[in-house]
Every structure is written in structure tokens, then in C-alpha cells.
């Protein structure tokens, strides 16, 4: 009798025990219900079976992490961390770039340049209109200039970003390693810690996968294993952390692999293998997509520069030049290749021709003859500067330089003389980075060449060899805002044969199309995602009405349990006093 109520109160008590095992969960679950990364404990007694039934004998706490659908959310958030970066800095730069009816766009420059053009037109000798003119131009300038630092401000900011990126990598790499470790000493002794380390992985997990795409898998003692897409691994027995040295600042001409330094992984550069996660939006961006951008107002600037330049060599100021400085740098044993003639001639303020000489081209074969030959003509002396400049000058400070191309074809360009060593140019510097209006216009706007120095053949000393009024420049200038000319393909724009004014604007709306398309995309993709995350959790996670139901419904099985164990009690001590 006495063994047998020793029997009941022991299969009681472990009950009891068995029962407040599952209280604690359900308790620990209401708990952590908002945590991020945590999954539903449940607990499982282990049984015995004897005399009494089956009797609990402790038990086993496991987590609800679902590897497959954690798999699917690991595979949307790559793509996520990806699209948001793309989008969050084209949405920068289209914002920068300003629409197409701004007051400072490119477009919004270059109508207000081209229509003083044409007021030139009208009155090519109005100081106001020229000062205006060349305002404009520098205004062109000025934005090309800024939207090219934007571009590499940009790029550099990613740079910054890479770095940064590439530090919260190793870090989640590092954080992964430590849970394995722990796994590999605590769990198999410990089901609960075993539980808690799988959320922690599946949350480090989905870390790792905000800045970088990878493949994944679980050995047979739980511990996750990491490569890269490329094949390298990056968490095996320990963690490999990838590695990379920032360039402090970026400009046009520095692209991966020439002046970027790799990412790399184990010795191994894996750069242009990493597309997914933030991290691939970020070297998408750094090395396509902002260099697209750069590329095409390269081209816009060099076409617009050459353009105008073009027209502008073809004239002459009045009042003239006193000295002409050349823009190209060359050695005096550069070979000059040339036909045809030029005329260079003296004139005063008034456009009266004090000499002039025509130079036959074919009888130079180097960029120094060429400057001897201009320092033998009368009133002339030349040089090349310490950079290659061709200078020009008139031996008489009150008298200017001016010259009539002609017939002049000079180079692989086939350019006018003047156009050639660019002693009239409008804008100077290789592209949009460094486009500026030259010099000498900002200095006095009234040396903008809107004239032309005759080519007759019965021009004589004491002509006026410039007229006053000529209008045929201006006019010719004003019309290349709307004249088809010939573009290199540039970024994701293919050669193609449009205006100035189209190309201006295919840019910008390239552009906020590109940061449209980007932004939907992200969008689309986050809904995926979301719900990936809302079915995983809905799986997985806490429902606190349930857990409420657990708690209530175990704390009737902890009270039944109560009272059979006051009830054994009570037998006993009746047993116990009968026996007294």
C-alpha cells in the first residue's frame, strides 16, 4: 500500500514537473513574441512506461525555425538589399540632375545660351548681349562641372559605403562562427540552447544576406556553412573575412580595375562576381551605373565644346587679340600633317589690316617649323609654352592677332588651323569635369569672334579687313542647338546622330527612368519579400492567443496534479498514523 501511494506521488510530481516545463515555454514565448529572429519554443516530455503508464521523465525544448522557408527568405532579402541601394542612390542623383523644365538643368542652360545666341544675331557688336552670351556659356559649364562632381561625389560616397559594407560582412561572418562553436559545445546537452542558437543563426542569416549574395547549407551537427557564388568559401571551420582598401576619393578617369583596389576573399579578387545584396548595388553602381552617367555628359560636353569651338576658330574678334594662347599641348617635333592655307594678319581696333600673310600648310612637317614660320611673319612673334601651348603674338601691344582659316585641314580631325592648336576657342578642357569657358572671354566678352577676317584675294594693307555687324557666326552657332551632329557611344547610349538640345534631354530622362524603374523594382521586390517574412513568421513565430490558451490550459493540468499530490499526502499521513 505504501509503495504503491510512493508511486502515485512520484508519477504525480513528474507531471507537475512536466506541466511547469511547459508553462516556462509558453511564458518564454508570450515573452519574446515582438523579439525579431525568434521562433516558437515548444517542449516534449520523455516517457518511460511502467506499472503506472507511461510516466514523464523530462523532456526536450525544440525551436520552429523552418530552414526551407528561412532559405526563401535568405534568397529575397539578397535580392532586396540589392534593389533598395540602386534605388535609394539613382533617386539621389536624378534629384541632382534636376527635370527638364528646371530653372538649372542642362536643358534649361543651353536654351537660355542659345537664345542670346540669337539676339547676337540681330546685334553682333551689343557688348551686353556678348557679356550675356558668355555668362550663359559658363553657366553650361558650370553645370556639367557639377553634375560631374555629383557623379563622382557619388561614387565616392559608395566607396565609403563598399568599405563599411565589407566590415558588416565580416562581422555577421564572425557572429555566425561563434554560433557554431557554441553548438558544437553546449547544444547536444542542451536542446534549449540548441533552440535559441538556430534563431540566432536564421537571424545572422538574413543579415548577411542584406550586404551579400551566398549559398548556404547545414552539416549534420547544425552548423551553417557559407560560400560565395564564385565557389570560395567563406565560413567553413572558421570564418574567412573578405578584405578591402577604400580609395579615399573618386574621379572620372579612375574605374575598377585601373586605380580601384579589389575585394577580396581568401587572396582571391571577387569583385565582379558579387551581384547580389547591398554590396552588389553598391559596385553596380560605382562601376556601371554612375560611369554610364559620367560617360555621356563626357560626351555631350566634348560634342558641345567642339561644336562651338569649331565655329568660333572660324572667326575673328573685333577689337582683336593682342596675343592668342592655344589650348593643345605639343612637343616641337610633334609631325604636323596639314593642306591647304591660312591667313594670319594685324589689325588695330578697328579692324584695319596693318599686314597679313598666307601660309601654304603642306610645307610643314612639325608643330615647331609651324611656330618658326609664324615668328618670321611681320609684327608676329610665336612660341610653343612650357605645356605645348601655341602663343601667337603681336609685337605691338595696341595691335591684335587675327586669322582666316581658309582652306586649312589639319590633323586625323581634319580641323582648321586655328581649330587645331584651339587659339579661339570658346570652352576649354577634356570633358565635363573640367569644362570651363577660356580665359580670355571671361576677361573681356567683347573678344567673343563673331566677325571674320577677309580671305580676299585683293585685301590689302589698310582694308578693313574685320567688318563690323557680320552676323554669320551668331547665326551659325545659334541653329546648333537644334542641328543633327554626330555622337560616340556613351554609357548606355549607342552612337547615334541628333541635336544638342534631343541629346541634352535624353540624358536627363534616361536618367529618371532609370531611378523610376529602379524604385518599382525595389518596391516589387519588398512586397516579395514581405511576404515571405509574414508566411515564415505566421509559421514559426508566437501567436500570444495560443500561447495564452497553453498557459491555461497546463495550469489545470498543474492544479489536477496538486491536488492528486494532496490527496497521496493526505493517504499517507492517515497510513502513517495507523500504523502509529
Not at 511547469?20 to 518564454?28: F, G, L, P, R, T
Not at 532579402?77 to 541632382?96: C, H, M, P, Q, W
Not at 605645356?387 to 595696341?398: A, F, H, R, W
Not at 535624353?506 to 517574412?533: C, N, P, T, Y
Request: net charge negative; glycine share 8%; charged share 20%.
Amino acid at each position: 500500500m505504501t509503495l504503491s501511494l510512493l508511486n502515485g506521488l512520484h508519477v504525480s510530481l513528474r507531471g507537475l514537473q512536466s506541466t511547469e516545463e511547459h508553462i516556462k515555454i509558453a511564458s518564454q514565448n508570450i515573452t519574446n513574441a515582438d523579439r525579431p529572429g525568434y521562433t516558437r519554443k515548444t517542449f516534449e516530455s520523455d516517457y518511460i512506461t511502467g506499472n503506472f503508464g507511461s510516466v514523464p521523465i523530462g523532456g526536450t525544448i525544440f525551436g520552429s525555425l523552418n530552414k526551407f522557408l528561412l532559405e526563401g527568405v535568405v534568397s529575397d532579402t539578397i535580392n532586396v538589399g540589392k534593389k533598395a541601394v540602386v534605388s535609394e542612390f539613382l533617386d539621389i542623383y536624378v534629384r541632382r540632375t534636376g527635370s527638364i523644365p528646371s530653372d538649372f538643368s542642362l536643358t534649361s542652360t543651353l536654351n537660355d545660351f542659345f537664345s542670346h545666341l540669337d539676339l547676337l544675331t540681330i546685334g553682333p557688336e551689343n557688348r551686353v548681349q556678348k557679356e550675356q552670351t558668355v555668362s550663359d556659356a559658363e553657366v553650361i559649364a558650370l553645370y556639367l562641372r557639377d553634375m560631374s562632381n555629383t557623379i563622382q561625389s557619388q561614387r565616392t560616397e559608395v566607396e565609403i559605403d563598399i568599405d563599411k559594407t565589407v566590415d558588416r560582412i565580416n562581422q555577421a561572418l564572425t557572429n555566425l562562427n561563434d554560433i557554431n562553436e557554441k553548438i558544437i559545445r553546449t547544444a547536444p546537452s542542451n536542446s534549449a540552447a540548441l533552440a535559441d542558437f538556430e534563431d540566432k543563426q536564421g537571424a545572422e542569416l538574413q543579415k548577411l544576406a542584406e550586404e551579400i549574395d551566398f549559398t548556404y547549407y547545414f552539416d549534420s551537427r547544425d552548423r551553417v556553412q557559407i560560400y560565395h557564388p564564385g565557389g570560395q568559401p567563406m565560413l567553413l571551420l572558421r570564418d574567412l573575412p573578405l578584405s578591402f582598401d577604400p580609395v579615399s576619393t573618386l574621379v572620372g578617369s579612375v574605374t575598377y580595375p585601373s586605380g580601384i583596389n579589389p575585394i577580396e576573399l581568401n587572396g582571391v579578387d571577387i569583385t565582379t562576381s558579387i551581384k547580389g545584396g547591398r554590396l552588389g548595388g553598391l559596385i553596380e553602381l560605382r562601376d556601371v551605373s554612375l560611369v554610364e552617367e559620367q560617360e555621356k555628359f563626357n560626351e555631350f560636353a566634348s560634342v558641345l565644346r567642339d561644336t562651338l569651338n569649331a565655329a568660333l576658330n572660324t572667326r575673328a574678334s573685333r577689337p582683336s587679340r593682342n596675343e592668342l594662347v592655344g589650348e593643345m599641348g605639343f612637343a616641337a617635333a610633334d609631325p604636323f600633317a596639314g593642306t591647304g592655307n591660312v591667313r594670319v594678319a594685324i589689325t588695330n581696333n578697328a579692324g584695319v589690316v596693318q599686314s597679313f600673310t598666307d601660309l601654304n600648310l603642306a610645307a610643314y612637317g612639325t608643330v615647331g617649323a609651324v611656330a618658326t614660320a609664324l615668328n618670321g611673319l611681320p609684327g608676329i612673334t610665336a612660341s610653343l609654352s612650357v605645356d605645348g601651348e601655341l602663343i601667337v603674338t603681336s609685337i605691338d601691344p595696341t595691335l591684335g592677332v587675327s586669322i582666316n582659316e581658309m582652306s586649312s585641314d589639319v590633323g586625323a580631325n581634319n580641323r582648321g588651323f586655328s581649330h587645331f592648336f584651339g587659339l579661339n576657342n570658346l570652352f576649354t578642357g577634356l570633358g565635363a569635369e573640367d569644362i570651363r569657358v577660356a580665359d580670355y572671354l571671361l576677361a573681356n566678352s567683347d573678344h567673343l569672334a563673331l566677325g571674320e577676317l577677309s580671305a580676299s584675294a585683293t585685301l590689302a594693307v589698310g582694308d578693313i579687313g574685320i567688318s563690323l555687324g557680320d552676323s554669320s557666326v551668331s547665326a551659325s552657332l545659334s541653329t546648333a542647338l537644334d542641328r543633327s551632329i554626330s555622337f560616340n557611344a556613351a554609357g548606355d547610349f549607342s552612337a547615334q546622330n541628333v541635336s544638342l538640345r534631343t541629346y541634352a534631354e535624353s540624358v536627363m530622362s534616361r536618367a529618371a527612368l532609370k531611378g523610376s524603374i529602379a524604385q518599382d523594382e525595389f518596391d516589387a521586390a519588398d512586397v516579395v519579400r514581405q511576404q515571405e517574412v509574414d508566411f515564415m513568421n505566421n509559421t514559426t513565430g508566437v501567436n500570444v492567443d495560443e500561447e495564452m490558451g497553453v498557459l491555461l490550459e497546463m495550469e489545470s493540468h498543474y492544479q489536477a496534479s496538486a491536488q492528486v499530490i494532496a490527496v497521496i499526502k493526505g493517504l499517507l499521513e492517515e497510513l502513517i498514523a495507523t500504523v502509529r
